[in-house]
Structures are given as C-alpha cells and as structure tokens.
C-alpha cells in the first residue's frame, strides 16, 4: 500500500504564497506521475496540476503562471509553490498518484486565503 502524506497547507492573506509538500512512501517513487486537486466547500474536486514520471508538467487554467508543481524524486517528495494566492484558491488539496491502473491519495491539506 502506497502511503501520501501532504503538508503545508494554511493560512495566508491574498497575494501570498504556501509551499505543499506531498510524501510518498516506497521505493518507485520515480516511476510514478503526481497529480494535485483540490475540493473547496460545495464544489467538485478539480485537477490543478500534474507532472509525469519523466517532468512533464501540466496546469488548470486557473493556476497557469502563479503555481509551480516539480518533483524531487530522491527525496520520494512533490510539491506544489503557490504564489499570489487568491481567496478562490481556498480548499482542501489533494495529492494523487499514479502507476498504471493504481492510484492512491493523500488525505489532504488545508489552504485558506483570508485577509
């Protein structure tokens, strides 16, 4: 069983920024491509970004320019940098990931923008 552990997550005031950090347990971290959501109160979940075993990475419109995902894959670790940071990004986030037909999740983080 993969285990994810995600942290960092918070409060910050509009504009700021909140590094996520997701660990994965094992020994194939590298093989496999990480993916963060997030779930704000009442709204679905949604995918915000993705990056592939080999680097490839991919953003929801709504973070493009704002929020970095990268991988350090010999610290087993993915992380999401979110600079201006808007109260809309308010949401429990999600880090998944996946190797073929498996995915496992983490329990998510909380990150709440808030003046």
């Known amino acids: 069983q993969v285990q994810l552990v995600e942290s960092g997550g918070g409060l910050v005031q509009p504009g700021g920024s909140l590094r996520l950090s997701c660990a994965v347990s094992?020994?194939?971290?590298?093989?496999?491509?990480m993916t963060w959501y997030r779930q704000a109160p009442g709204k679905q979940r949604e995918l915000v970004a993705s990056?592939?075993?080999?680097?490839?990475?991919n953003y929801a419109d709504f973070v493009k320019g704002r929020f970095t995902i990268s991988r350090d894959n010999a610290k087993n670790t993915v992380y999401l940098q979110m600079n201006s940071l808007k109260p809309e990004d308010t949401a429990v986030y999600y880090c998944k990931s996946s190797r073929g037909l498996k995915d496992y999740w983490g329990q998510g983080t909380q990150v709440t923008v808030s003046s």
């Open positions: 094992g020994n194939i971290f590298r093989s496999y491509a």
């Open positions: 990056i592939t075993d080999g680097g490839r990475t």
